[in-house]
T-cell receptor
């Protein structure tokens, strides 16, 4: 375990379902990120939270809704997804003061399949 | 827009070989660079972080270097083992802002056979 825990590890959902992905870290980091990894594409940044405030939304469709209730927890709420949203969703955290100095820590990801 | 290219895309070698994986950025203004390993269907494991004031990092059989003037990084793996088989990703950060984000390459898929 890296210190960043993601649940569930696998999720299959229908296009009309509502589900949530959870990410938790107890590394003392105060910035958290959602990335999407699709086959044969680079990781894509979806959302960035720093000190619990969303600071970046990389033009992600509104069917993805993030929530960061505190610096240790991050959620990604999903509703009315499309089959092309099937991917590995990765959570990461960093020291927001200087992530370039301390680096990023990733979770193991949630493999999402939309049917 | 920063883009990252990793060469080769795939590599298959016998055990014991010394390997070089390459990573290049279209914009050489890279603040820091991190190399990750990803096993199939799993998350990313950080291997080496080259911080903004550094040019090189070593951990065991791994050595990574960063040439900021050319925007290129190299990951050197000595005496490769079957357990090294994985996808290797490089990612660069472009600024010192406190919400800096990494730009990832598409990875090099490595297979080391006995």
């Amino acid at each position: 375990e890296t210190g960043v825990t993601q649940t569930p590890r696998h999720l299959v959902m229908g296009m009309t379902n509502k589900k949530s992905l959870k990410c938790e870290q107890h590394l003392g980091h105060n910035a958290m990120y959602w990335y999407k990894q699709s086959a044969k594409k680079p990781l894509e940044l979806m959302f960035v939270y720093s000190l619990e405030e969303r600071v970046e939304n990389n033009s992600v469709p509104s069917r993805f809704s993030p929530e960061c209730p505190n610096s240790s927890h991050l959620f990604l709420h999903l509703h009315t997804l499309q089959p092309e949203d099937s991917a590995l969703y990765l959570c990461a955290s960093s020291h927001s003061r200087d992530p370039g100095w301390y680096g990023y820590t990733f979770g193991s990801g949630t493999r999402l399949t939309v049917v | 827009k920063q883009e990252v290219t990793q060469i080769p895309a795939a590599l298959s070698v016998p055990e014991g070989e010394n390997l070089v994986l390459n990573c290049s950025f279209t914009d050489s203004a890279i603040y820091n660079l991190q190399w990750f390993r990803q096993d199939p269907g799993k998350g990313l494991t950080s291997l080496l972080l080259i911080q903004s004031s550094q040019r090189e990092q070593t951990s065991g059989r791994l050595n990574a270097s960063l040439d900021k003037s050319s925007g290129r990084s190299t990951l050197y793996i000595a005496a490769s083992q079957p357990g090294d088989s994985a996808t290797y990703l490089c990612a660069g950060g472009g600024s010192a802002h406190n919400t800096d984000k990494l730009i990832f390459g598409t990875g090099t898929r490595l297979q080391v056979f006995p």
